[in-house]
Antibody
């Protein structure tokens, strides 16, 4: 059964870069789209963007200028970078499989990111 | 972007009762691309329904989805204790994919 696991620092300083990695186990990263979604009390659930296994990407226009996603098929991982973070970027960050014909059908457990000096 | 508005914000019901949750879109979306998720505290969302009415694998048949255009509904026919959670709708037909703000189902 496919599982996803987020990893990365839980604390990021304002103006610095948030970096997270999602490791896919129990299946191949190939042929799927992979997304990052965040959840915060103020903004609710927000789709950040996706990376296709081939490396193509699509980002939410609200974050496009600060977000980069990439995929490493050899490690079965995909990654998220958000530059110039502020307190508004504090959230639980989920990685998920999708969007596909079923939406987002497999999710990681989430990684809490706090932004503070 | 498509805005999804869920109602009510909170639903207080008892086990055994029927729950009806609403999701309204700011513009028409294909029913093929409307999903419902359940989320419990400290957990990731779990896919319940995709394509507006198709239950995901392992989801009990007390959960059903319906609707088209701008109005969609999630119905739980007979609430069980494990169903008290937050429910989100989500559209994946038009980028950026968007979520509703959620309906919290609490036990009366």
């Amino acid at each position: 059964q496919m599982q996803l696991q987020e990893s990365g620092p839980g604390l990021v300083k304002p103006s610095e870069t948030l970096s997270l990695t999602c490791t896919v186990s129990g299946g191949s990263i190939d042929t799927w789209y992979w997304s990052w979604i965040r959840q915060s009390p103020g903004k609710g659930m927000e789709w950040i963007g996706y990376v296709y296994y081939s490396g193509s990407t699509d980002y939410n226009p609200s974050l496009r200028s600060r977000v980069t996603m990439s995929v490493d098929t050899s490690k079965n991982q995909f990654s998220l970078k958000v530059i110039s973070v502020t307190a508004a970027d504090a959230a639980v960050y989920f990685c998920a499989r999708g969007p596909n014909s079923s939406g987002f059908d497999i999710w990681g457990r989430g990684s809490l990111v706090t932004v503070s000096s | 972007e498509i805005v999804l508005t869920q109602s009510p914000g909170t639903l207080s019901l008892s086990p055994g009762e029927r729950a009806t949750l609403s999701c309204r879109a700011s513009q028409s979306i294909s029913s093929t691309f409307l999903a419902w998720y359940q989320q419990k505290p400290g957990q990731a969302p779990r896919l319940l329904i995709s394509g507006a009415s198709n239950r995901a694998a392992g989801i009990p048949d007390r959960f059903s989805g319906s609707g088209s255009g701008t109005d969609f509904t999630l119905t739980i026919s007979r609430l069980e204790a494990e169903d008290f959670a937050v429910y989100f709708c989500e559209q994946y037909g038009s980028s950026p994919w968007t979520f509703g703000q959620g309906t919290k189902m609490e036990m009366k």
